[in-house]
């Protein structure tokens, strides 16, 4: 029974970035054609103006955040596809970086998958995803509670195609369950103080970090 009533919780848990901000969707101005378009996706709890991402960005991308579920996943999926679609018929040649941290890194993940074969001169960066696949490690958190999130925030996968994937994962539930639930919440919020500067991660890199250590995708 108390092991039920600890996996309750923490699926209502699961993915919360402890912030608590309203979430709203607002106009942003158009991103210039020269350079990489970099565009982050924040995590439960996020704004578009309060997401934790910093570096060179062009794009931060507002969606309902409050409840970590499938809907929510699909709204910022979404989102997502509506703005990087902009920008391209916009600035064909320029390449699109973009990035996710959690509730965030699963719609990019979810993005990646979806739109691989139609969409190229593009890379991502998945930091604490939900939807990681193991090895290394275990798979990713939405795998236990996607009865309960629902998809297409359920489940794990490596469906990149031909899109670089930088993976990151430091000893953290919810990108990793072996890691332990008793590391929620503290190493997930945490744990990755560089990687949420855009200006540390190329428009390149295929790979996985796992705990500190370099892996090949």
Known sequence: MR?????????GLLLTAGLSVAQE?????AAPCEGTYTIVVGGTGSSWNNDGFTGNIQQHVGY???IPNGASARAGVNELNRLVRDQRA???GQHVK???YSLGAAVVHTWVTENWQSFDNVNAILIADPKRQGPPGANGGAVPFGGVIGAPLAGADRFFGNVPVKTICHWDYVCDESAGIWTYPNNHIRNYPEDFNMDHHNDSASEQWYNGAWYPA
């Open 3 to 11: 092991t039920r009533r600890i996996a309750a919780a923490a699926a």
């Open 25 to 29: 969707s607002t106009a942003q101005a």
């Open 64 to 66: 309902p955040t409050q």
């Open 90 to 92: 916009a600035c064909p």
């Open 98 to 100: 973009m990035a996710g």
